[in-house]
């Protein structure tokens, strides 16, 4: 245990390093830029080591959950786990999120903590990262776009259809299944399956409120087509008039 609280420390304090060369080198985008930009790095680097956990080392978390962590296993959630303490420390810094994201961390840290004291299920810790950390590029992308003006075009359109479909299917329905392989199982812990339970109802949280963008958005898209259709009705009416 005390080199595995070693380990986060250690990776704790390169987060906070990295966000700081990125502060003191490009300062002039502000605090939530340079934060962002960790986040992003940490998604792709949590996606790709867990990517290769999933696919190549195994095991497979649909059908061998509960296992005994694996050296690789433990890295990826020491890495994740670091992240997790310092943006959730950012965040309540600067207040910028909501209850529910700050939920959100709170029970990453606290499911990372406990699958690195039990020795075991680390293959469904770095399942639910990669679920979790799959969408963070395109979210970013989506606020970079927006800082940058150019939110309202073709680019931020794929972006967000590609979210919502990327989200839609890793965190419902493949996490739907993950879920029910890990309760049907009888190796994982109990609770290890409470956790995944109180992760998979957070999903749902998060998917009702995409599902809320999504209808707004839609709605503000079918106002603008019928204001447009409307206008081109009057001006050929007037065409046929003169």
């Not at 296993?73 to 303490?85: C, D, E, P, R």
């Not at 998917?207 to 081109?232: C, E, L, P």
């Amino acid at each position: 245990m005390t080199s595995l609280a070693v380990g986060v420390v250690l990776c704790l304090t390169g987060w906070i390093t990295l966000y700081t060369l990125l502060c003191n080198t490009n300062g002039s985008r502000g605090f939530e830029w340079n934060c962002r930009l960790v986040t992003l790095l940490h998604g792709i680097l949590a996606v790709c080591i867990t990517a290769y956990i999933g696919y190549v080392e195994g095991p497979w978390p649909f059908t061998h959950p509960g296992t005994k962590n694996t050296p690789l296993q433990i890295t990826a959630m020491v890495i994740s786990l670091g992240y997790f303490i310092f943006d959730m420390g950012w965040c309540v810094y600067f207040r910028t999120e909501g209850p529910v994201m700050l939920i959100h961390h709170t029970m990453s840290i606290l499911g990372i903590l406990l699958t690195l004291s039990l020795g075991e299920s680390g293959i469904e810790s770095c399942a639910v990262i990669f679920a979790s950390e799959i969408t963070n590029p395109l979210l970013q992308a989506r606020w970079f776009l927006r800082q940058l003006g150019r939110y309202e075009s073709l680019t931020g359109e794929a972006v967000d259809l590609l979210f919502v479909v990327l989200f839609v299917f890793m965190r419902i329905v493949v996490g739907g299944r993950m879920l029910y392989c890990e309760l049907i199982s009888p190796w994982p812990r109990f609770i290890i399956k409470c956790e995944g339970v109180a992760m998979y109802v957070l999903s749902w949280v998060f998917m009702v409120d995409i599902g809320r963008f999504a209808y707004r958005k839609s709605q503000s898209k079918y106002r603008r087509w019928r204001n447009q259709h409307r206008a081109a009705a009057v001006n050929g009416h007037d065409g046929k008039t003169d």
